[in-house]
């Protein structure tokens, strides 16, 4: 059997400099995915990461198995973490170049809202995942805005240029919304960057300049450890992580 690693492994490799500042919204993202992930595939495992071209969260999650990872962008296929250890395929989440039930888990990190045909995409990630396999999502909610805090507007991007830069066609979803894609609700689910943790949020992706920004981590982190670390996935957050077993 391939087992899923063990969370402390899993977010070590948090790609984001900075782990517990810049990059804690990234860890806390991390931390949901390893929270609905299934514990261990059959056999070996293969995986498909969608859209996954430069996160090699897959290769993360599970190190043992088989991992295709595929992107519509093909330049992607020569910037892969160093690490990674999956095959590249360029391709289209709305058709996929692969037969049916041929994973044991498809991954849809942060995918989603970047696709108009976010009908199509759901529909090909459950026909290419085995019976009992599972599809992993990740998604902001449709109520979720930037900066979360008003004080930091006046420091911060406009969301829309955000939204913009990361290539959106909509701000989210919401629960029922996601299980009309899927055709029910989802098996398990796990929010992360909660009201507390939200505030990191807004510094890392503000102007403000790295000293400025380190000072305001050192003053915020206590009060942002306290909601890291009581945070829970049902936890009201900004974003969530949900599976669902085919």
Not at 173 to 180: F, G, I, Q
Request: proline fraction near 7%; charge should be neutral; aromatic fraction near 10%.
């Amino acid at each position: 059997m391939s087992s899923k690693a063990p969370l402390g492994v899993f977010l070590s490799g948090n790609p984001f400099p900075n782990g517990l500042t810049d990059g804690l919204f990234y860890r806390e993202k991390m931390r949901a995915i390893h929270r609905v992930a299934p514990m261990e595939l059959q056999g070996r495992g293969r995986v498909l990461e969608v859209g996954g071209g430069r996160s090699g969260l897959a290769s993360l999650l599970y190190p043992e198995a088989d991992i295709v990872t595929l992107d519509i962008d093909p330049a992607l296929a020569d910037s892969q973490p160093a690490w990674e250890r999956s095959t590249f395929v360029c391709g289209d989440a709305r058709s996929l170049p692969f037969e049916d039930n041929s994973f044991d888990v498809v991954t849809l990190f942060d995918v989603l809202e970047h696709i108009e045909e976010d009908n199509r995409a759901a529909e090909e990630a459950l026909r290419v995942v085995r019976p009992g396999g599972r599809v992993l999502v990740s998604t902001p909610e449709a109520e979720w805005h930037y900066p979360y805090y008003k004080v930091m507007r006046p420091y911060c991007p406009h969301e829309s240029e955000l939204m913009q830069e990361w290539g959106h066609v909509r701000r989210g979803y919401r629960d029922p919304e996601l299980a009309a894609l899927f055709g029910r609700p989802a098996e398990r689910r796990a929010t992360f960057i909660n009201p507390v943790t939200a505030f990191f949020h807004d510094v890392a992706f503000s102007r403000l300049g790295r000293r400025r920004r380190k000072l305001i981590y050192a003053l915020a982190a206590p009060l942002t450890a306290v909601g890291y670390l009581l945070h829970r996935p049902s936890t009201r957050g900004t974003e969530t992580a949900f599976a669902w077993r085919k």
